[in-house]
């Protein structure tokens, strides 16, 4: 399920994927600290790996992913204050602020999946979130840099 950006939010440009998806399944077998959940919708399915001391998410729960390339709400790019820096000391509203979770790293690699499908794949400091669904959806992503922020619908 897709849902619009918000008319108080960011421009639609900066707003490069939102969807909703139903968790799946969660391993923390492999790594401390770290899980990777497994989820789905109707168009699109994922593994995320996620800090599971930082967020906390269970099988059957719905949560909001999005992508998105900068956190202003204005849409107006911030690439060279990300790199400038970790935390942004002035008070100015962001799209962050309404997210429980957020990431920051790179598309570094797409694949086809099939006639209408694709895979992308992001790494946010190591941990990565795979994408496979419809090329319609999946369509605004490009090799670039982006925010993954999370929060439970």
Avoid: Q
């Amino acid at each position: 399920m897709s849902r619009p950006a918000a008319s108080s939010g960011p421009s639609g440009d900066a707003i490069l994927l939102s969807e909703t998806f139903s968790i799946n399944s969660i391993n923390a077998e492999k790594y401390d600290r770290v899980s990777r959940i497994s989820g789905s919708n109707p168009d699109i399915k994922f593994h995320l790996d996620i800090n599971h001391d930082l967020y906390v998410v269970s099988p059957g729960e719905t949560i909001e992913l999005v992508l998105a390339s900068t956190l202003k709400l204005d849409g107006s790019s911030d690439i060279e204050k990300a790199k400038a820096g970790w935390r942004d000391l002035d008070e100015t509203p962001t799209l962050a602020d309404g997210y429980d979770y957020v990431c920051y790293g790179k598309i570094y690699r797409f694949e086809e999946a099939g006639v209408d499908s694709i895979k992308a794949f992001i790494s946010f400091g190591g941990l990565l979130l795979y994408l496979e669904g419809s090329a319609k959806k999946l369509t605004t992503l490009k090799h670039e840099y982006v925010y993954l922020l999370v929060k439970k619908v």
